[in-house]
């Protein structure tokens, strides 16, 4: 089996390349394991790199050395991949998919990421070409999530800083917009604020909207914000943040459903895992158990389990 390490220059607030390079020669040269490390160039990189490995036949391990667009990218080489397991050693300021592990900072340590279990995890297809391990979002909030690359990139801001710049830019631009929203059975012709499509707990840098969804139950967690005004948001984003959607029974509604389709009256955001796609009808569904995923021996990761 070979160790592919793919590292993204660009995640994070400064390049990781040699620090990541020279810690993975030291541990896998140490540990006798076969391993070869690739740099992307430009986006998208990441994901070809992944594809040529599974494309391959050979067994590998695959780890998506930068943040979690690094690990998005990896995830949409290896979709239905059986002979690829993939994992995040992380160097971005948010690394929020492995915040539903019982130890993050777990990730960080390259021996312990060699001595690994391994889960099968579902992912959200979008569009029927691109896919989530994480969590998608439309809305007020995708606005908010695919402009924080900007506001990560200013001194002395972290992940979870960024993303409350840029919900101040964009409450000042408007909130609220018209969508025809069908889950499953459901339809919803209203105004919503925000759309939430959850596989992972965590997003925007300290965001956990969906606290109790599980990345292996063949469900999305989908949550609805009805129309708010300016100061509605500000009062009710710190209990969103934290998964206390049920203290709002009245303007967040919890599913679990297995298809959402959106329609817009225009062109809107969809953030996928933090990239930007755009579209005036979205869908997204689940795809149940098809990645594989490997982390550190001992961790938990289901709600139940922790």
């Keep these: 089996m070979k160790h592919l390490f793919i590292i993204n220059p660009a995640a994070g607030k400064y390049d990781h390349t040699g620090e990541f390079a020279n810690k993975i020669n030291k541990i896998c040269q140490a540990k006798g394991v076969t391993f070869e490390v690739l740099v992307s160039k430009a986006p998208g990189d990441c994901t070809k790199i992944a594809q040529a490995a599974a494309a391959s036949g050979e067994e590998h391990h695959i780890y998506a050395c930068g943040g979690d667009g690094t690990l998005n990218e990896v995830v949409n080489g290896v ?25 993050p900072e777990a990730f960080k340590d390259l021996e312990r990421l060699l001595d690994y279990e391994t889960a099968t995890f579902d992912l959200i297809r979008c569009q029927d070409n691109y896919y989530s391990i994480n969590i998608c979002s439309m809305g007020f909030d995708a606005r908010i999530g695919t402009q924080v690359g900007t506001y990560k990139k200013l001194p002395l ?14 409450i000042v631009k408007g909130i609220h917009r018209h969508y025809v929203v069908e889950l499953d059975e459901k339809r919803f012709d209203a105004r919503q604020s925000l759309i939430c499509i959850s596989n992972g707990r965590w997003y925007g840098g300290g965001f956990n909207p969906t606290p109790d969804a599980e990345p292996d139950d063949g469900l999305l967690d989908v949550l609805l914000v009805k129309a708010v005004s300016r100061v509605t948001v500000l009062k009710i984003i710190s209990k969103y943040k934290a998964g206390k959607y049920k203290d709002y029974p009245d303007l967040i509604k919890h599913f679990r459903c297995k298809r959402i389709a959106i329609h817009c009256d225009e062109d809107s955001e969809i953030n996928l895992d933090g990239e930007l796609l755009m579209a005036k009808d979205a869908l997204f569904e689940i795809v149940p158990q098809s990645i594989r995923f490997f982390y550190p021996k001992g961790l938990t990761y289901n709600v139940n389990a922790e």
């Design 157 to 170: 801001v972290t992940g979870s800083g960024a993303y409350a710049l840029s919900a101040v830019a964009n």
């Design 79 to 103: 979709v239905g991949a059986e002979n690829v397991a993939i994992t995040h050693f992380p160097g971005g300021s948010g690394n929020d998919f492995i915040k539903l592990f019982s130890d």
